[in-house]
């Protein structure tokens, strides 16, 4: 390299990595390069931030922090430099020895931890690390907080007093846990809810606060010294189970690396680089975790919004994210500001409502995308004709060639869905709602995963209560609290006094039942232990040891077909489990996978039908065309947060939330009146709307109101308003009203007919039902669906 000058060679090597990483934009590829020290990114909706991720984790592997170090490598020789300069300018491919001698202090892949907040963030993440950087990406620990905090208590549980078998409960066994917990301290759940409670702990545990600490500030009020003596039994309880609920994945990681100094400097030494994706998400457990890790590196880069902080109600605090400069001195801002999502008049009326928020860094998102379509503000009458309303746009957008998964309806709260069910099962339109029962929350499931859990450790009392007559053993409730009883006694685990059962005088009568039902656990348990056993072969054992699913043939249920169906997809999933993970593959491991699942986890993208969720539920994600049904001051915001400028706040963030999912077209609905919990409201128009400007929007009515003439006789009855009203709307809205009369076109079987979007098709069936009909009819390209006559706008052919 004796002709060339250091300057040179570190131009080269700029100019190399800039072409490496030329599919992104200046502001992405300043945070690609911006490798040593603290980082916030703060990346608009749409705005690439998943791609940035990855290709700086890329970067950091391949090349370390050379895009700004001084330093050259000694190997690198003029052969690599020519090498380069081939790839500068005719595009030869750089060959791996040059990209090595081009590296200043590349990072082993183990050595970074990538944290997100769902598994399929976490997912998508891994995915695309291994398709840029092959084997290697396996390597990268990139996950969710609970899934990392629960690999790091797996490994070090103990000096807390866990095994590495412990169990993570979910809602529904927490709940269970602290109804027994009420039921001990005589506290009456109408007076003090187990909601409440449980809620009270959670924001406690979010804010690193123990139970004696609590009990302590709770000082004379009365309900919270109720909470803290339930806290207390709650968490000894878990304890006594070897168990952890979600919250106690982090607080008691915290706990570990506060308590421990070895394992911190453990895990500082072990991971030279952090990332945190939706850091505007994090609570003051997490915002710990965090800044524990970072500590000794302090190579902490986080990627968030604060424009789209909207889980409060979880604990999470803004201020983690406002505050980061403050946190972290010397951190360095990069605002991606880019959208590669949205048309410019949604993006426009986005910024336009965020503005009015003060607790905000400031950003604007711009766009090359088209200007696109106006921002459509339909007023309805009522929420049946909200639906309606809906209902007829899906069906004229499919009819002109979209797919009925292009659309999404987002809401803010899950009761707004039961109405727009109904309109679409009569309109024929397909649909899945993202957070109604889970696969994992079914009775059955949910009695599988508890025999495994026991199977994993013995110790969990709540898991073993719920399966002890899972199917009928004939093993009463009075059995199963005398058990418990003589448990606490003598400070053992209730299995191991059931296994005995015939030394303890209270359960003599029913020692033979409980001795059986333990000799079958035991024999599972020891199966479980066998290297040779498959997870698979143990769930089958666990169905023929138990004879589960003779049990739902045998009560002639009408769902038990269904319920054994769902029981063989469980085996599915375990199986897929052990193909995913090979080796590692193991009970715990599966378990704790089901335990972290959240809806979200469930959205299938290949699946066409419209998705209905909750605008919370929506985030991360995004749909061609969505609509906004319910846009009312008292829905959204809420009632409770219009007098609350803070909740304002995070209601307004909510809204932002919800039109950036929107990529080429938005359609917001309100309803004059609206039936909603049993009583009839008029409410205003959301102020977020009013918030638009005005050519960003085109508005439109179901019917307009128009003053009477002069002399006209006004109705005074209920009755005569329904029909004044009702051929009002006919007169001036569409034709397609809820309380439209049935069609006079009669249908009988045979009849050919025509429908605007699933086009031609044959009538199967005629079914009368009140005062529709329900028609059953093979379409030719659209398959077999079944429509109600009133609403399905059919022509004869």
């Keep these: 390299m004796n002709n060339t000058t250091t300057d040179q060679i570190i131009g080269i090597r700029k100019n190399v990595l800039k072409k490496e990483f030329s599919r992104m934009n200046d502001r992405q ?6 490798v040593n020290g603290p980082l916030l990114i703060l990346a608009g909706a749409g705005s690439g931030k998943t791609t940035v991720l990855v290709n700086r984790i890329a970067n950091i592997i391949r090349y370390g922090n050379a895009y700004k170090s001084e330093n050259i490598s000694n190997d690198l020789s003029e052969e690599d430099l020519s090498a380069a300069n081939r790839y500068l300018s005719a595009g030869e491919p750089l060959p791996f020895q040059v990209k090595c001698h081009f590296a200043a202090e590349p990072c082993r892949p183990w050595q970074i931890l990538a944290i997100t907040f769902t598994n399929k963030a976490a997912g998508e993440l891994k995915n695309r690390l291994n398709s840029m950087l092959g084997e290697e990406g396996d390597d990268i620990w990139a996950s969710t907080f609970h899934s990392t905090c629960a690999r790091m208590l797996r490994r070090d549980g103990d000096k807390l007093g866990y095994s590495n078998h412990f169990t993570i409960y979910d809602t529904d066994d927490s709940r269970r846990m602290m109804k027994e917990c009420q039921k001990s301290l005589g506290i009456d759940d109408k007076i003090l809810s187990f909601k409440s409670i449980l809620s009270a702990i959670s924001r406690a545990k979010d804010s690193m606060i123990q139970p004696k600490e609590y009990l302590q500030q709770a000082g004379s009020d009365n309900r919270l010294g109720l909470i803290a003596q339930a806290y207390k039994l709650y968490q000894a309880k878990l304890k006594e189970a070897d168990a952890m609920d979600f919250d106690d994945l982090i607080c008691n990681t915290v706990c570990l690396l506060q308590q421990h100094p070895d394992v911190l400097e453990y895990y500082q030494n072990k991971f030279r680089y952090i990332m945190v994706d939706e850091y505007q998400d994090t609570n003051h457990a997490q915002y710990l975790l965090v800044k524990l890790l970072a500590q000794k590196s302090t190579n902490l880069c986080v990627v968030g919004d604060d424009d789209q902080s909207i889980y409060k109600f979880r604990g999470a605090t803004i201020e983690n994210i406002l505050n980061f400069e403050r946190t972290f001195p010397n951190a360095k801002v990069i605002r991606l500001e880019q959208n590669y999502r949205s048309t410019k008049n949604i993006l426009n009326a986005a910024n336009a409502v965020i503005e009015n928020n003060t607790e905000r860094k400031g950003k604007t998102l711009w766009t090359d995308n088209p200007a696109g379509e106006k921002i459509g503000v339909h007023t309805a009458f009522s929420e049946q004709d909200e639906a309606d309303y809906i209902a007829k746009k899906i069906l004229e957008s499919v009819a002109v060639g979209r797919k009925f998964a292009d659309h999404a309806i987002l809401y803010r709260m899950n009761s707004q869905s039961n109405i727009l069910e109904k309109i679409f099962i009569k309109s024929g339109i397909p649909y899945r709602i993202i957070g109604g029962l889970r696969f994992y929350e079914r009775k059955e499931i949910r009695d599988m995963i508890a025999y495994l859990s026991v199977i994993n450790n013995p110790n969990d009392e709540i898991r073993l209560r719920r399966i002890i007559n899972q199917p009928k053993r004939s093993i009463g409730d009075k059995t199963i609290a005398q058990a418990t009883e003589i448990a606490a006694t003598l400070g053992e685990s209730v299995f191991d006094i059931i296994k005995n059962a015939d030394q303890y005088e209270p359960l003599k009568r029913t020692a033979p039942k409980l001795l059986q ?17 498959s997870l698979n072969e143990l769930y089958h054992l666990i ?45 715990s491991g599966f378990l704790e996978e089901v335990s972290l699942l959240t809806d979200i986890d469930n959205f299938d993208a290949n699946s066409d039908s419209v998705v209905m969720m909750t605008i919370h539920s929506a985030k991360g994600l995004e749909f061609p065309v969505v609509f906004l049904p319910g846009f009312e001051d008292g829905i959204f915001p809420g009632i409770q947060a219009i007098y609350n400028p803070a909740e304002i706040e995070e209601e307004r963030r909510l809204a932002y939330v919800a039109i950036t999912r929107a990529k080429e077209e938005l359609f917001i609905v309100n309803a004059e009146s609206r039936m909603i919990f049993g009583s009839t409201s008029r409410n205003k128009p959301s102020r977020f709307i009013e918030e638009i400007p005005e ?12 003053k009477p003439a002069p002399g006209m006789a006004l109705p005074t009855s209920a009755f005569e308003a329904r029909v004044v009203t009702t051929e009002s709307a006919r007169s001036f809205g569409p034709s397609n009203l809820i309380h439209s009369e049935p069609p006079k076109v009669q249908f009988q079987v045979g ?42 706008r059919l022509q004869k052919i």
């Design 695 to 706: 050519e960003l929007v085109a508005r439109s009515r179901t019917r307009e109101w128009k």
């Design 517 to 533: 039902f333990a000799a079958t656990m035991q024999e599972l348990i020891d199966a479980a232990n066998d290297e040779n056993t």
């Design 751 to 792: 009849d050919g007919v025509m429908h605007k979007t699933f086009g031609t098709g044959l009538i199967l069936s005629v079914s009368p039902m009140g005062n529709d009909t329900l028609l059953e009819i093979a379409f030719e390209k659209a398959g077999t669906k079944k429509l109600m006559a009133n609403f399905a």
């Design 543 to 587: 169905l023929d040891k138990t004879d589960y699913i003779g049990s739902l043939k045998a009560s002639e249920n009408d769902d038990a077909q269904d319920r054994i169906d769902n029981i063989n997809e469980l085996a599915s999933n375990l199986i897929k489990y052990e193909e995913d993970n090979g080796e590692e593959a193991s009970l």
């Design 29 to 34: 590829q300043e945070a690609v390069f911006s």
